[in-house]
């Protein structure tokens, strides 16, 4: 097994699975490619999608299931299966994420965690700063609180097919301004180069579930564009949680200046802002000059760094080439 060959490829949006990597033709599908250029690839699936519903004591139809963020992500999840992956194969790992994929990883650098079974990091459409995200389905979802609503519900786990979250998004897509007729791109932004028969094929598989608490926090880093962790808003269960009365702040500047990154961007993408972007540019600016590489697509949108047909000689060969550069 040579030494620089092993890639996890980790979770995309937080209510997509590892599957999401495999849509594409074999030859375009990041995952195939990779393994095509000797890379030992490890897919993983998002807490709470179907594919990663299993649990030691709970069920899903347990509230507590999914009382959860992506600080656990964050302080769980990315830990255990970097471990995982470190210990069946010895070596330390390449890491792709998409989005959520990104903002967990990012969080985690940012505290100094993996860092020692690491050896360089892709973060496609970068989510850290949200602040000034143009998802017309997203604000207003952030803006009207609809995540809370659904938690006062008692709706513990966000399930987008499900009757009460449709019914939410439906009254989203009344609202002026927010046109719901093609709800990828409500969603993600207009995507330059996506193929109809791959968007029919993401669709049967996705969206899937993520919890609702996990909502709620992506919507306070929307309305307050900060990168904290989870607000209870309340001083006294803020303290309880994390010592303090206020939740800490994952602080950007603290990731290593040496960590090799590839950060790639669209001027598209509604999600991962590109004035969001550049604050997260920003926090980087004391970052090594040979361990950063910036690309900018400025057709692209969220989806189109998973389901393009031209990611892979646009996007998937540069970040390749990048990787061989981290011996």
């Known amino acids: 097994m040579n030494f620089d060959k092993i890639m996890y490829v980790t979770r995309t949006c937080m209510c997509q699975d590892g599957i999401t990597w495999l849509l594409l033709p074999p030859e375009q599908s990041l995952a195939f490619v990779l393994a095509d250029n000797g890379y030992d690839v490890w897919l993983a699936n998002s807490r709470g999608t179907k594919y990663s519903k299993g649990h030691t004591s709970l069920s899903p139809d347990d509230s507590v299931y999914w009382e959860w963020s992506w600080d656990e992500l964050v302080a769980y999840e990315l830990p255990a299966t970097f471990q995982y992956v470190h210990d069946q194969t010895g070596q330390k790992l390449h890491y792709v994420g998409h989005s959520q994929g990104t903002l967990i990883a990012l969080a985690a650098f940012s505290k100094d965690q993996l860092l020692n079974m690491l050896r360089s990091a892709a973060l496609l459409s970068p989510i850290a700063y949200v602040g000034q995200m143009t998802s017309p389905l997203a604000r207003t979802a952030a803006d009207n609180f609809i995540a809370e609503k659904l938690y006062w519900l008692g709706l513990s786990e966000f399930d987008p097919r499900e009757g009460a979250v449709v019914k939410l998004l439906k009254d989203i897509c009344s609202k002026p301004g927010v046109d719901c007729t093609n709800l990828l791109t409500a969603f993600t932004g207009q995507n330059c180069c996506l193929n109809s028969s791959i968007v029919d094929i993401f669709l049967d598989h996705e969206p899937q579930p993520s919890s609702t608490k996990n909502m709620i926090h992506l919507a306070q880093m929307i309305r307050q564009g900060t990168i904290t962790m989870y607000d209870y808003k309340d001083a006294d269960e803020n303290t309880k949680?994390?010592?303090?009365?206020?939740?800490?702040?994952?602080?950007?500047?603290?990731?290593?200046?040496?960590?090799?990154?590839?950060?790639?961007?669209?001027?598209?993408?509604?999600?991962?802002?590109?004035?969001?972007?550049?604050?997260?540019?920003?926090?980087?600016?004391?970052?090594?000059?040979?361990?950063l590489v910036v690309q900018y697509r400025e057709d692209y949108a969220h989806a189109d760094y998973v389901m393009a047909q031209n990611a892979k000689q646009d996007v998937y060969d540069p970040l390749i080439a990048f990787f061989r550069l981290q011996l």
């Open 241 to 291: 949680h994390y010592g303090q009365p206020t939740p800490p702040a994952y602080n950007m500047t603290s990731i290593p200046n040496d960590l090799p990154l590839f950060l790639s961007y669209g001027g598209a993408d509604a999600l991962s802002d590109v004035n969001d972007v550049k604050l997260l540019l920003g926090s980087l600016k004391d970052h090594a000059g040979d361990k």
